[in-house]
T-cell receptor, first 116, second 117 residues
């Protein structure tokens, strides 16, 4: 499986932008880049995903390098509620039982601490 | 709309007992995934099911673990003869029947925290 590399931890101040990097040098052409986050004692939550172009949604922006070997999740204004573990995942399309489906492989993620 | 529901939220079992974890997917979702998160580790895929079918169980331990998703009712992850190493958080996720290529967003439940004494 293609692997992602993220810093173990990052810190930010409230109201400031946060850039969370992810390296995925072995990404294949059909892998989508997904980001999930996990707040303490909760299940993971989808944040954003992309393939080649930069993406924006209400939660964050995703900047994808031209060669797709890295990406950056951008939180425009961090809040205390954004403190979580952020996972960068390469979503592979798997096939089994005549079904095509997405398989998520979680790494260690980045622990984001937000200071008031 | 109710999200993915899991129960119980906390489960304590003694070694050798059975653990049954239940997952009700979001309304309209017919795909269920189970993940396990050991202490201080990331989530590991265990099994993917559609209604009445196991599609991919490549992450499931070969012994003592089984999963089902019957036509009616919740998905069940069953662990027989639990051991201390089974202590973990078990998360269920669901996705809609038709997920277009690439999106494949999975909606996660709050998890069941299993403690084996």
């Amino acid at each position: 499986d293609a692997k992602t590399t993220q810093p173990n931890s990052m810190e930010s101040n409230e109201e400031e932008p946060v850039h969370l990097p992810c390296n995925h040098s072995t990404i294949s052409g059909t892998d989508y880049i997904h980001w999930y986050r996990q707040l303490p004692s909760q299940g993971p939550e989808y944040v954003i995903h992309g393939l080649t172009s930069n993406v924006n949604n209400r939660m964050a922006s995703l900047a994808i390098a031209e060669d797709r070997k890295s990406s950056t999740l951008i939180l425009h204004r961090a809040t205390l509620r954004d403190a979580a573990v952020y996972y960068c995942i390469l979503r592979k399309t798997a096939n089994a039982g005549g079904t095509s489906y997405g398989k998520l492989t979680f790494g260690q993620g980045t622990i984001l601490t937000v200071h008031p | 709309n109710a999200g993915v529901m899991q129960n119980p939220r906390h489960l304590v079992r003694r070694r050798g007992q059975e653990a049954r974890l239940r997952c009700s997917p979001m309304k309209g979702h017919s795909h269920v995934y189970w993940y396990r998160q050991l202490p201080e580790e990331g989530l590991k895929f265990m099994v993917y099911l559609q209604k009445e079918n196991i599609i991919d169980e490549s992450g499931m331990p070969k012994e003592r673990f089984s999963a089902e998703f019957p036509k009616e009712g919740p998905s069940i992850l069953r662990i027989q003869q639990v051991v201390r190493g089974d202590s973990a958080a078990y998360f269920c996720a669901s996705s809609p029947e038709k997920t277009w290529e690439g999106r494949g967003e999975q909606f996660f439940g709050p998890g069941t925290r299993l403690t084996v004494l």
